[in-house]
Nanobody, 126 residues
């Protein structure tokens, strides 16, 4: 089993930046793809970005494309989400997720998640 702990959330003004981190422990981290999701109050959890095992391929939701960047450092067992040009609609709890599979589904991304972190709050003020 893999345990995930997110950090880096906080309060930022619109147009600002934050960098989220997700530290993994337990079963070998580098074996699977990783992703970020978010959930705003009263809304369903939605996919934000995913990254392959090697880090060579990334995929983004249209709402964050061009503003967010997902990356990973397998030596540090950590995945990152760099968030730039933040908007009030980016306000949510951000969750890190991992998969024991070989790839992250693009049609049903939430079903690819095998384990989750506890989440970190991101609040963007206007």
């Amino acid at each position: 089993q893999v345990q995930l702990v997110e950090s880096g959330g906080g309060l930022v003004q619109a147009g600002g930046s934050l960098r989220l981190s997700c530290a993994a422990s337990g079963r070998t981290f580098s074996t699977g793809p990783m992703a970020w999701f978010r959930q705003a109050p009263g809304k369903e959890r939605e996919f934000v970005a995913s990254i392959t095992r090697s880090g060579g391929t990334t995929y983004y939701a249209d709402s964050v494309k061009g503003r967010f960047t997902i990356s990973r450092d397998n030596a540090k067992n950590t995945v990152y989400l760099q968030m730039n040009s933040l908007k009030p609609e980016d306000t949510a709890v951000y969750y890190c997720a991992g998969s024991y599979g070989s790839s992250w589904s693009r049609t049903s991304p939430i079903r690819s998640a095998d384990y989750w972190g506890q989440g970190t709050q991101v609040t963007v003020s206007s």
